[in-house]
């Protein structure tokens, strides 16, 4: 029983997405304190017009997965607004409490990823107490439909005199649908990472940001999402039966960024992290018209290749499932990424060069074990960092 009420379904990719995917799938959620609203020790939901019981709320129910569906894929009159107040049944009630249960559930996953990164390498952080709560000075907020107007974007926002760290998931309309931010995966974990990055360097939080410095948080979002789809083993095994092992095709993993990118034609393409997209730092980094999701996508890119190249050296499918190594990996990339960051966080600019130099030296003090191939020498890996930036022209300093 107490597995059951840890189990949601969570909405695995993009409501507005053209990539064929699986959208609900139950996850078991680990969380200390969960309470009805959804809310935990970290999380709470705000302006929300009514708990949702955690426990009563049968989403995997057949019938409820399939309104939800229908709802998601503008098939049933509920997908029309489920937040217009004159619009209140039966039907857009159990959306909206799945729309609050599917953000705190994608949320919590994100946070609980980096939690274990953390304690697992408390000896490389320097007993630096990683507490969240502290960090941002209270709990992170999750509007799932903050406004009332239509707004393209879900965004994260930290006031640093109130200490008031929220993520708004808003609305919006495409050819007279309505469509939410809260339904889709990688829109709220890149929020979510946006407020990991904020308890890092919160201490920079309020200045002028640096453009590429900006651009690198932006990337470190996307990685989030890429990173946070990894660390479910069940996703792993979509993954390469979609790819049959080849990352370097397109696939859902090298098109996530931050749900509505696909829609924005100018975005088009560059958000993806499909290795084949030629582009290079020397190309973009004098390029004012290009917005910081773009030039962090050629961060985020570099580091899909090198995600690639270790899943490519590394995999043994005779001894090993490919799915569990391309999971390992990805814990390994979460770890190192995060170490990184740690390490740069005292300094105000961070450039992509300096941050692939970090990692680049974190990974000597990070073992890194596979089964079916032992541990790996630290310099092979350091060979395929080396080599997935290089291409980019982001060289090491
Ligand atoms: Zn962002």
Redesign the pocket.
Known sequence: MKILRHSQSVLLLQQTSSIEFPGLRPVFIYSKNLENGPKDDLIENVRVRESVNWAETDFLNQKNVKLIEAAIDHKSESSINVYNPKDVNAETELIRKFDMVNSYAVARLVLTMFQRSFKTNDSLLQGYNFNLIEAWGGKLRIDAYAFDQNMPIA??SFNFDTNINCIDLGRYQIDGKYHYSCRNFDAIA??T??AVFTALRRKHWNKEKDRETYAL??AF?DLTCLLSLLHQLDVCQALIAVTKGDLSSKNFLSQIG?GLCHLQHALKGLRDLNPDVALRYEDLVNRKDLT??QFGALFSTAFYEFLNQLYQSYSHPDSYSQAETIHIIGRYLTDLILISLFRTQEEEVLSFRRMASVMYDTIDDLEFVLPGCGKVPSDDIKQQLYDSFEQRGIYLL
């Open positions: 965004q994260y890149h929020e990472g946006h948080e932006e979002c931050e910081a999701y």
